[in-house]
């Protein structure tokens, strides 16, 4: 089972550059999410979507969007990289915002702006 | 301040010790609370939920407890195993929305 896959794994980037991280999943999840996490600090929502064309802000919104035209696919976009997005980046999908659902994570995307 | 506290930040025990892993929590008003183990590289991968009623839980050799009065949560690991090491993550979700918070997480390593 694939459960979530994100691509890429690894990425370096210059500053101003754009991007987009990909986040697939096969569970035939609702709820889909984006977290970065950095050193020292707890996983922090980035976006997050409840169904197909359905997407809302988290807590660090700044910087990314985030479009959900299938269910299985939740893509990330840097819009103009900055070195403070430097971060290892985690796609999780669930069956919904229930606190009984766990989520599964993808592996993350490791990403460096220079 | 972060609503969740993990402590410690690190921790280094021998094969086949015991451990216990702390997270304090703020956040309220509470729903539950749950357990990722998240080994090098990879993604969080959930060890269990705490909800209100709940004092203990069991998964295999791994038990968590929480006192909802005190706001705290331990994660204690029995026997513990080369294949433990890995960050621990609290998780506090609210009522409101099912807000997640995370903790920064333990980094546990388990030497031979």
């Known amino acids: 089972n694939a459960g979530v896959t994100q691509t890429p794994k690894f990425q370096v980037l210059k500053t101003g550059q754009s991007m987009t991280l990909q986040c697939a999943q096969d569970?035939?999840?609702?709820?889909m999410s984006w977290y970065r996490q950095d050193p020292g600090m707890g996983l922090r929502l980035i976006h997050y979507?409840?169904?197909?064309?359905?997407?809302d802000q988290g807590e660090v919104p700044n910087g990314y969007n985030v479009s959900r035209s299938t269910t299985e696919d939740f893509p990330l976009r840097l819009l103009s990289a900055a070195p403070s997005q430097t971060s290892v980046y985690f796609c999780?999908?669930?069956?919904?915002?229930?606190?009984?659902?766990?989520?599964?994570f993808g592996d993350g995307t490791r990403l460096s702006i220079l | 301040k972060n609503q969740v506290e993990q402590s410690p930040q690190s921790l280094i025990i021998l094969e086949g010790k015991n451990c216990t892993l702390q997270?304090?929590?703020?956040?309220?008003?509470?729903?539950?609370l749950r357990w990722y183990k998240q080994d090098t590289g990879r993604g969080p991968v959930s060890l269990t939920i705490?909800?209100?009623?709940?004092n203990t839980k069991s998964n295999g050799r791994y038990t968590a407890t929480l006192d909802a009065d005190t706001k705290q949560s331990s994660l204690h690991i029995t026997a513990s195993q080369l294949s433990d090491s890995a960050s621990y993550i609290c998780?506090?979700?609210?009522?409101?929305?099912?807000?997640?918070?995370f903790g920064a997480g333990t980094r546990l390593t388990v030497k031979p």
């Open positions: 997270c304090n929590y703020t956040v309220s008003p509470f729903s539950n």
């Open positions: 999780a999908s669930s069956w919904g915002r229930r606190f009984w659902q766990p989520q599964h």
């Open positions: 569970m035939n999840h609702e709820y």
């Open positions: 998780v506090v979700s609210a009522k409101k929305n099912n807000d997640m918070r």
């Open positions: 705490m909800t209100f009623s709940e």
């Open positions: 979507s409840v169904g197909a064309g359905i997407t």
